[in-house]
């Protein structure tokens, strides 16, 4: 069975402090997804990663696949930086299945 | 606004009824997903459709559960005789394979069940 771990599962920050999400993963995966989700229930998917590392505009994401072990940064965080993040990976052994980790949710206060 | 669309976004309906919500993906996706996701909770895998074919099923999906996606492109997901547990937000997904994987979630369907 295919585990997704997230760490931490709470985190409070003050506006502009450097974030860091982590998300670790028992077996082979095709690609890895960090999504956020916002109350209410909206998903949006922020990054796909196989290999690497990608950025888009204050956020990071980097994936190592040896270690099975992916990290999502912010950087100069912001109040509408709040959300719950979340790690999704699909699993090599399916084709389909997108198995989540819990989420990280991510208070940043003014 | 992603493009998929959900219907209704929130239900409220005694238990022992039926309920079915309907997912319109983005035109030309190929897959299409069924989550559910209770609070605090990750979403979980029920199923997914590559085109009309439904490829995968989880031992979630319960036999009370039913996934259509006749035509390839709206998808429905039926529950027969909804029991409180039901209760959850249940999300729908979408993406077209080999474009980068990008996957692009509705905003769910709300299901209160009393």
């Known amino acids: 069975k295919n585990e997704v771990e997230q760490s931490p599962q709470n985190l409070t920050a003050q506006e502009g402090e450097f974030i860091t999400i982590n998300c670790s993963y028992s077996?082979?995966?095709?690609?890895l997804h960090w999504l956020q989700q916002h109350p209410g229930g909206g998903i949006v998917s922020l990054f796909m990663?196989?290999?690497g590392k990608k950025k888009h505009g204050r956020l990071i994401a980097t994936i190592n696949i040896q270690e099975k072990h992916s990290s999502l940064h912010i950087t100069a965080s912001h109040p509408r930086d709040s959300a719950v993040y979340i790690c999704?990976?699909?699993?090599?052994?399916?084709?389909?299945?997108?198995?989540f980790g819990k989420g990280t949710k991510l208070s940043v206060k003014p | 606004d992603t493009g998929v669309s959900q219907d209704p976004r929130h239900k409220i309906t005694k238990r022992g009824q039926n309920v079915t919500f309907r997912c319109d993906p983005i035109s030309e996706h190929n897959r299409l997903y069924w989550y559910r996701q209770t609070l605090g909770q990750g979403p979980e895998f029920l199923t997914y459709f590559q085109n009309e074919a439904q490829l995968e099923k989880s031992r979630l999906l319960s036999d009370r559960f039913s996934a259509e996606r006749p035509k390839g492109s709206f998808s429905t997901l039926e529950i027969q005789r909804t029991e409180q547990g039901d209760s959850a937000m249940y999300l729908c997904a979408t993406l077209l394979q080999g474009s980068g994987n990008t996957i692009y979630f509705g905003e769910g369907s709300w299901l209160t069940v009393v």
């Open positions: 990663l196989s290999s």
């Open positions: 999704a990976v699909m699993w090599g052994g399916s084709q389909g299945n997108l198995i």
């Open positions: 077996v082979g995966i095709s690609a």
